[in-house]
């Protein structure tokens, strides 16, 4: 995949990493740093200050993506989509400020790291939230990011969405995280970079124990924690969305569907159809990236044509009482 080592670009990054028995390691996020409304964080919350690099295919990055666009913060912090092939990082054709493609015609986000840091050592991943006035990277960590999105803008936001993470769900929303984090966020990972069979299996499991227990959740209710969607929602519904269309064959996450779950589809499409959501979400680059992006999965980058699969039907989710 390659990384940066001491501000330079490796292309082969595997004594880097921390193979555990054949099993992937998601390395940590290293900016995190956080913008605030009153600046005393050292960032402060302005209109048109901030710049969020991302990619279509990217879960991590989509959450952030979710949030700007729920928000309507689309005139207040800039993004830009990777539109290129990776080469070596993600890649962009259009440049921001004075950091500009050269002559190959795109810049590789790696160059924005080494802007901010000519030291750097780390992965270099989607998002990243740069500042264009200190002209460093402020955070590259969605989970955090979202906190900021949803918190720290709102002089400027265009809609007034109710609290993504409200002081009396916060437990529970924490607790649906961490699982759903380890089991299905990055569990899909986990499998479809798996490199034994063991490491394969020791995922596989708890992936569809834990879509077990949210169907059997959202049978009862219509969103995870609270009346409306929270941030642990958008973090579920960033993989669901991907699931039948890549994981399920491209990660062989193949036990079921996430279509064969009545109410975890429903509930699927009821955050699909969100206003404004499906707008920000793009089948077509997600397969790319995925199917077409990653050699180590799928060395002939084939994508397929299908599934096709209609995710504008009746979600019928109104009916399902809410959490009280
Ligand atoms: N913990 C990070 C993970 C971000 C992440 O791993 N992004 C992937 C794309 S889906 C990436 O950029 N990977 C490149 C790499 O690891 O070199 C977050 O949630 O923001």
Same mark, same amino acid.
């Given at each position: 995949m390659g990384m940066v080592i001491d501000g330079r670009w490796i292309d082969d990054d595997e004594k880097y990493r921390n193979p555990q028995g054949g099993a992937f390691v998601r390395a940590e996020s290293v900016w995190r740093d956080s913008i605030s409304a009153d600046g005393s964080s050292g960032f402060k919350a302005e209109p048109g200050r901030y710049h969020l690099f991302l990619a279509p295919s990217c879960p991590w990055a989509h959450r952030t993506q979710i949030i700007r666009r729920l928000k309507g913060l689309e005139d207040v912090i800039s993004a830009t989509l990777s539109d290129r092939p990776r080469v070596r990082s993600w890649a962009y054709t259009q440049g921001i400020d004075d950091i500009q493609p050269g002559d190959s015609g795109v810049l590789e986000l790696h160059e924005v790291y080494i802007k901010a840091d000519p030291n750097y050592t780390g992965r270099v991943t989607v998002p990243t939230l740069w500042d264009r006035e200190k002209k460093?990277?402020?955070?590259?960590?969605s989970s955090e990011i979202i906190r900021m999105l949803n918190t720290e803008f709102d002089e400027w936001a265009a809609n007034d969405l109710?609290? #993504?993470?409200p002081e009396p769900h916060r437990s529970r929303i924490d607790e649906l995280n961490d699982r759903i984090y380890e089991t299905v966020n990055n569990g899909v990972y986990r499998c479809g970079f798996a490199k034994t069979q063991e490491a394969y299996e020791e995922y596989i499991g708890p992936m569809f124990e834990t879509f077990d227990y949210l169907e059997d959740l959202l049978s009862k209710q219509?969103? #995870?924690?609270?009346?409306h969607p929270t941030e642990a929602d958008w973090r579920l519904f960033v993989t669901l969305i991907r699931f039948d269309f890549v994981y399920f064959s491209h990660f062989k996450c193949?036990?079921?569907? !996430? =279509?064969?779950?009545p109410n975890l589809w429903n509930y699927t499409l009821d955050l699909y159809q969100t206003p404004g959501v499906a707008e920000v979400v793009d089948i077509a680059g997600i397969k790319k990236g995925y199917y077409g992006g990653q050699s180590n999965v799928n060395p002939t980058g084939i994508v397929p044509t299908?599934?096709? !699969?209609? #995710?504008?039907?009746?979600?019928?989710?109104? =009916?399902v009482k809410n959490a009280a």
């Open positions: 460093t990277i402020v955070n590259n960590e109710p609290d #993504l993470y219509r969103y #995870l924690a609270a009346e193949n036990i079921r569907r !996430i =279509q064969d779950y299908g599934p096709f !699969i209609d #995710l504008t039907v009746a979600h019928k989710r109104d =009916q």
